[in-house]
């Protein structure tokens, strides 16, 4: 079992920054794939940033040059760095682990609320 908590969301004006942190409960270069995925009201939950145990990246379009995910091994953390927030940034934002090498399994946080509002 995987224990994934997040921290770091609030209330934001647009165009400010946050930066949400995960924190994992294991060691997270055994981790597949570190990723933060988000879901507003009535959407599907959406891939925002993902990092491999590697260290290559990918970014949803919409947040290309605004977000950056990165990786502490020593702190078994990762980080999602927000910046330029628009009001569509607006959800709850979750971590998300996936383990194994043969099987995969995919593990959650609880998610954290990120809201962008003048």
């Known amino acids: 079992q995987v224990q994934l908590v997040e921290s770091g969301g609030g209330l934001v004006q647009p165009g400010g920054s946050l930066r949400l942190s995960c924190a994992v409960s294991?060691?997270?270069?055994?981790?597949?794939?570190m990723g933060w995925y988000r879901q507003a009201p009535g959407k599907q939950r959406a891939l925002v940033a993902a990092i491999t145990s590697g260290g290559s990246t990918d970014y949803a379009d919409s947040v290309k040059g605004r977000f950056t995910i990165s990786r502490d091994n020593a702190k078994n953390t990762v980080y999602l760095q927000m910046n330029s927030l628009k009001f569509e940034d607006t959800a709850v934002y979750y971590c998300?682990?996936?383990?194994?090498?043969?099987?995969?399994?995919?593990?959650w946080g609880q998610g954290t609320q990120v809201t962008v509002s003048s």
């Open positions: 998300n682990a996936e383990v194994g090498l043969i099987t995969k399994y995919d593990y």
């Open positions: 294991r060691n997270i270069f055994s981790i597949n794939v």
